[in-house]
Every structure is written in C-alpha cells, then in structure tokens.
C-alpha cells in the first residue's frame, strides 16, 4: 500500500501539484487521471522519486519514502517496477538483455537463472520469440510489454505505468490493460496507472484519482465514476460525443432497473 | 542560465560520480564498452589526421628552411617538436572534441529524452555514475593513447612525406629525429592530452546529461557541447603552456 500524504511540487513559481493525498491500495490498479497538463506524470514521479517533493511525504507500506537516507531509497527503488511513456528501453541492447539489465545490476543469480527468469517473464508477457531482436524492430505494443517484463523481472513490490496505452491501437490497449491487470493480481503488488484512457479507466480501474489542475478533484471506484456528479470529472469523461452517446444509452439502459423514479430523475439530472 | 550556475551544476554532476557501485563488474564491462566505443572507434580518424599533418609539417617546414647554413636535418627536429608539443595533442583532441563529444552528448541527450536515464534512476540506479564515469574513464584511459600513437604517425607521415618529396632521405630525417631531444615535451604532451581527454568528455557530458525537451535540444546541446569544448581546449592549451614551458 502507498499513502500520499499532502504532496506538493512546484517548478519556479508555478505549483504543479498542490497538496494531493491518496492511498494507493495492494492488489488493485489505482488510476490516477485527468486531462493533459493536470500534473499525473508529476505526482507519479515524485511518488517514485525522480522528483523530490516541496512538501508532503510518501508512504510505502509504513516506510516514509520521503525522509529515507538515500541509500536505504536505492534498495527501496528496487522494489519498484516502472513502464515508461515511451517505453524507455535501452535502444543498444536486445530485447533480452533489456530485461535482464536488472538481474544483471542487482541480483547474485548465475548466468542460468538469469536466462531462465527472463525467458518467465517474456513468457508471461506472451513475447516469447522477440529475444534476439532490437527495440527499434519491434512495434509498439510490444515495447510496451518488454517495458512491462523489465519492470517486474526483479517481482517488484509496487509496478508504476505512465500512460501505457499511448500511441497503441484500441485493440493493442486492451491487451496491454490487461496484462496489467492479470499481472497486479497474480504477484499481489500495488499498481499505480497514469492514463487518461476511459477504457482503461473500465477495464481495470479498482480505484481512481481525477486529477485537476494539480489538484484532486475526485477519488472512487470505477463503478462509482458513472454515477459520479463531478461536473469537471464529467466533462473530462464524456468529453468526446461517442462517450456521451454511451452515457445516455447506459442512462436507458438504467432507466429500465431503475424503480424509484425520484432516483432515476436524480441520477439523469 | 548564467556561468556560475551552470559550472555549479557541473561541478555537481562530477561530485554525485563518486557513490557506492551497485554492482562493480557491471561499471567494469561498460568501461570496456565505452574503451571501444570511444577509443578504438576513434583511431581511425586519429591515425589519418596524425599521418596527414606530419606530411604537411615537413613540406612546409622544408618550403620555410631556405638557408643553406641551416642542416636539412633541423626539418626533422622541428616536425618532431611540433608534432609531440602541438599537433598529436591539441589538434588531435580538438577532432576528437567533435567526434567523440558530438557522440555523449547526443548519446546521453537521448537517453534522457527517452526517459531512458529516468527509467535507470528508477530501478536505482545512479545514473552519473554509471553512465557518465565510464565515459569520462575510457577517456582518460584511451586518448592518452591515441595522443601517443598520432605523435608517432605524425612522425612517420614526416618522414614518409621527406622521402616522397625529395627533400631529404629517412637517414637524414632519422638523425634529426634523434637530435637534441628533450624527454619533458612527452611529458609537456601527455599532460596535455589528460586534460583535454577530461575536457572532451565532462563538458559533453554535461550537456546531453542536462537536455530538456526533445529531438531539437539534442542537436543543440550536441553543438554546444562540442563548441564549449574546443574553446576550453584552446585554453587549456595556452595555460599548460604558460606554465609548464615557461
């Protein structure tokens, strides 16, 4: 479980994030959206560290991430597994050696073991045969899931993904969401997502953070989303006419379990 | 960003080399890796450079030297002194500046634009250390030697061009090779060549560490890069000289 306990970060006079509290729960995916320019990649990176905090601390399973000597952060950082935007794998190396870059670094395995628990872990990310190959000849989705088996190749604690689904086809997305899902429920880690997918967002959503302008604008469950009555939420989700379609036929949809007509007014209003 | 800021963070960045190694044969094997890259990949235009300005030294030192009171030997000499005190250091590392500094900086500036260097900050890694200290090393380690090698090529494209032209045959030039040598201007070089080997890989460095924004301020800090560090070169150049062969 993460706890994110007031963060705030600013660069020069302008205040990115201010003052953002969370819990980020094990074994479920905790979304943080919102709009572009809204501060998600920063209040990711200062939750993993790439950024140190103005003010506010965070809370890894009771350790304060935040006020930790700096050796004792590098250890921490080892139980965290992160996908980049971009993917961020090292364009000189094979898809293989990627991955086993972290053994490589940090473990005491033997050049077996090593070779071994790569071959797990692309296999769990169904790129079995992409080994030998270099990032620049692989498409995106796969670089995403090679990102994806670099992150939890050392069975990291806590997997951070900054918005995965970027650049991928909605089909390629789904798999991707997926994955993510089926992996944060089989290691039973703490998986933060930065997205500002709505797919995803109902796809593996268990808890999600709105964010606003720096600030959170809303927290719940993705269930609790669509009935949610936050005006700025709302706009940001139904913000294209093929969502707000879907809304009003979910709403008919709705309409027809509904009893209470008070209720149903309510909840169409 | 003014001057002061910018050496600061410099002098930051070499400061936050020096931590505990996550894993010692790891900063090992990129060393070797960056020895290659960086050294080896260099020698050719190295070796080229060398044999071409000892040729060009010898012809136009001979084209100077009209007096027949002066030995044609003396060509050899000065090609020597000024192959060894000037051109196998300072010219040299000033195309090695544009190699090898264009090379960090755009290799370092992409990473961090494909927040490559964030995802090995991640992982806890320190990323000075393991990307920017091997470079710095293999730099110190290889263009010594490259320095040396051009001093000797320089030396023999001098000789070969004296034979060619008909100006003077390898005996002669040999024998003046050997004349009134002094062992210090070695010495004088290779200082040199240490300097310049830091200056063209930190400040590069620097530079491709520190890149914001994408693709463009790559190519940016790339040429700046390699301008900062041919004029900081050429200063160094005119220090060492003021003091050491004062």
Redesign the interface.
Known sequence: MIEVKEIQKGFGDKTIIGGVSSVMETGKCNLIIGASGSGKTVLM?CI???FEPDAGSIIYDGQDFTAMPS?Q??????Q?G?L???S????SLTVAKNVMF?L???SRMTRGEKEKRVDEVLERVRLDGAHKKYPAEISGGMKKRVGIARAIVLNPKYL?CDEPNSGLDPQTSLVIDRLIREITLEYNITTVVNTHDMNSVMEIGDRILYMHQGFKEWEGTNQEIIHNRNERLNAFIFASEFLRDAKDMRMLEMRGKISDQRDMDELLR | MPFFQHFGAFLLMLRGMFT?L??PR?YWKELMHQCNELGIGSLGIVAIISVFIGAVSTVQTAYQLVSPLVPISTIAQIVRDTVILEFAPTLSCIVLAGVIGSKIASELG?MRV???I??L??????TRAYLIMPKILACLIMIPLLVVISMVLGMWGGRFAGQAAGIMSYEVFDRGLLKEFIPFNVTFALTKAYTFAFIISAIPAYYGYHVKGGALEIGQSSTRAVVTSCITVLLADYILAALLLD
Request: glycine share 8%; proline share 2%; hydrophobic share 40%.
């Open positions: 990176k993993v560290g790439l050796v952060r590098k250890s921490m950082r080892q965290i992160m980049f935007q971009g961020a794998l090292f364009d972290p490589d670094m940090f951070f | 505990k996550e894993n790891m992409n494909s927040e490559q964030d995802a900050e991640t992982m806890g890694i320190n």
